[in-house]
């Protein structure tokens, strides 16, 4: 069983920034892709990017292509803590974002077996 907590959402304007943390339970943190997806009201889950780690200090990464060049994600597997680094944030940003923990790194939801509560980001154009 794995437990996720995320922080860091906000209300921004756009062209900022805003740093998105998942904190993690359980000893196995690091076998466990980590993902990020959102969803704005009147909308599907959106994915947004994953990681996993992949041996030593390399991991492997993934972004949907609305946030590539703009997003970072990384994780810490010795904190088991994930983040995600924003930039150049943009109103079609605004959505409650996710925290996920899945077996694999892959795009879709039903890949995904744990889930956080979601913190809210508001871009304001």
């Known amino acids: 069983q794995v437990q996720l907590v995320e922080s860091g959402g906000g209300l921004v304007q756009a062209g900022g920034s805003l740093r998105l943390s998942c904190a993690a339970s359980g000893r196995t943190f690091k076998s466990y892709a980590m993902g990020w997806f959102r969803q704005a009201p009147g909308k599907d889950r959106e994915f947004v990017a994953t990681?996993?780690?992949?041996?030593?200090?390399?991991?492997?990464?993934r972004y949907a292509d609305s946030v590539k060049g703009r997003f970072t994600i990384s994780r810490d597997n010795a904190k088991n803590t994930v983040s995600l680094q924003m930039n150049s944030l943009k109103a079609e940003d605004t959505a409650l974002y996710y925290c996920?923990?899945?077996?694999?790194?892959?795009?879709?939801?039903?890949?995904?077996?744990?889930w956080g509560q979601g913190t809210q980001v508001t871009v304001s154009s």
């Open positions: 996920t923990a899945g077996q694999l790194a892959r795009a879709t939801p039903d890949e995904y077996d744990y």
């Open positions: 990681t996993s780690w992949t041996g030593g200090n390399t991991y492997y990464a």
